[in-house]
Nanobody, 120 residues
């Protein structure tokens, strides 16, 4: 059974940094894309950053230049992607979820989420 586990959330002051990690218990050969989403209270879940197996990345415009998603690294058992978040703003406060899109059968796997809180 596939497990997706996030870590690294916490409380930080504005201007600070956090690094989120996501580990998926699945083979690199069955991963098409790994991504980070976030959901703030009362708002819809939104895509923050994604990277596919070819290394192509996509970012939410408001985080470009501040957040960096790493390449997918791992093996046939588990794989990891990180999200480096610098110059954090209070508006970045949300629960951050890791998402894995599988291949060749397209299925979305989700982690349980990790809270990121940025104080003013």
């Amino acid at each position: 059974q596939v497990q997706v586990v996030e870590s690294g959330g916490g409380l930080v002051h504005a201007g600070g940094s956090l690094r989120l990690s996501c580990t998926a218990s699945m083979s690199i050969h069955t991963i098409y894309q790994m991504a980070w989403y976030r959901q703030a209270p009362g708002k819809q879940r939104e895509l923050v950053a994604s990277i596919n197996k070819g290394g192509l990345t996509d970012y939410l415009p408001s985080v470009k230049g501040r957040f960096t998603i790493s390449r997918i690294s791992g093996d046939t058992v588990k794989n990891t992607v990180n999200l480096q978040m610098d110059n954090l703003e209070p508006e970045d406060t949300a629960v951050y979820y890791c998402n894995v899109l599988s291949t060749p059968v397209s299925f979305n796997y989700w982690g349980q989420g990790t809270q990121v809180t940025v104080s003013r």
